[in-house]
């Protein structure tokens, strides 16, 4: 039964606001993860170009400064950035899975992208629902991201953030058999001490919830504040500089049992955590408890889910006056006619 290899989970502060630079470091990750002999690399969420803790720091007005650079600096789908990741999957045999700000037309959302050992890609995934005050900077995804890939290391999935807060969303996930998920964090640093649910006690927690929950590994990659990014974003202010401290990379890998296995990094220093996963072991984590099957009580609670992908725009087909979102779903429709 056993299917061994090793993952890989980066904690490293990003090159804010600094796309080029931020692909070169990602590619740098990319190929030590590899060389170390891991099949699979997370990034942390919105990584590329860093995740906007300018939205927690001061009001509206303060936060405009950024605006701009933070949305030129965010990455399109097959754009030259986009190719270079795809690359770097291919020329190092691995799979990535990297948290982003994706522009999409004049609007941004928080974004994972999966790309197999090929470079072909897997998967682009949408946050359903930003937190907070991130809702100020990013749209929402829909059904269609709530998605685990077969793929030549398993089934894999991915979630950001306070997704792993969402309990129907999570359930989604569990239902369609996930092995391995990617957790993708920001930095754990906002806030540190003065709000506890922003803290690694609790976000770890809900990693290792899901590891349990879902009887699968978890690589839960954390990003952190760098100095560099502190002094960007709080501008030498104390009061700023204590709500966004540098640091906050606490970054895990869980086995199905909820144990942490891996190497472990200080919160301020970057790296990569690695473990020698087994995905023999979820059969006995199933075993124990599957809450999308034998441990289910259907009779009783049920969850109903739209996966349809959903779409401001439609285009009417005079010919056989559909509506029809995009190609994929064109050819669906004409199928089934």
């Known amino acids: 039964m056993s299917q061994q290899f090793k993952v890989a989970a980066v904690q ?57 650079r933070y949305f030129e600096n965010s990455i399109e789908a097959g754009s030259e950035e986009d190719q270079a990741i795809a690359k770097a999957a291919r020329d190092n045999n691995i799979q990535v899975s990297m948290g982003l700000s994706e522009r999409a ?42 998605h685990v890939a077969e793929t030549s290391l398993g089934r894999i999935g991915q ?7 969402q309990p129907l969303s999570k359930y989604a996930m569990y239902s369609d058999n996930e092995q391995i998920h990617c957790a993708a964090w920001p930095n754990l640093s906002l806030y540190k001490g003065g709000a506890y649910a922003l803290g690694h006690e609790v976000n770890n927690g809900a990693s290792m919830l899901y590891a349990v929950e879902g009887s699968c590994f978890v690589i ?6 760098s100095k560099e ?13 204590s709500l966004c401290p540098v640091g ?16 472990v ?20 984590a199933k075993a124990a408890a599957d809450p999308a099957g034998h441990y289910a009580r259907p ?35 004409q199928d089934a006619e």
Request: proline share 5%.
């Open 12 to 68: 490293a502060a990003p090159c804010y606001l600094d796309l080029q630079a931020g692909i070169e470091k990602a590619v740098k990750y990319i190929e030590e993860a590899a060389k170390a002999g891991a099949k699979l690399v997370v990034f942390p969420e919105t990584w590329l170009p860093g995740y906007p803790n300018h939205i927690w720091l001061g009001p509206v007005a303060w936060q405009m400064q950024f605006v701009g």
């Open 248 to 263: 906050g990379g606490y970054t895990k890998i869980y086995a199905p049992d909820g144990q942490s296995i891996g190497n």
């Open 299 to 333: 009779d009783v609670t049920r969850l109903m889910i739209n996966r349809k992908a959903q779409r401001p725009v439609m285009a009417f087909d005079e010919t056989s006056g559909l509506s029809l979102v995009d190609d994929s779903e064109t050819a669906e429709l």
């Open 220 to 225: 839960a990659a954390c990003a952190l504040v």
């Open 265 to 284: 990094i200080p919160d301020t220093e970057e790296g990569i955590v690695f473990a020698d996963i087994d995905l023999g072991m979820i059969a006995y």
């Open 229 to 241: 990014q502190q002094d960007i974003l709080c501008e030498g202010d104390p009061m700023k500089e």
């Open 105 to 146: 037309g004049g609007s941004l959302y928080i974004a994972q992208w999966h790309y197999d050992e090929n470079g072909e890609v897997i998967k682009r995934r949408r946050k359903l629902k930003p937190t907070h005050v991130e809702r100020t900077v990013f749209g929402s995804g829909d059904g269609s991201d709530l």
């Open 159 to 165: 979630l950001s953030c306070w997704e792993h807060l």
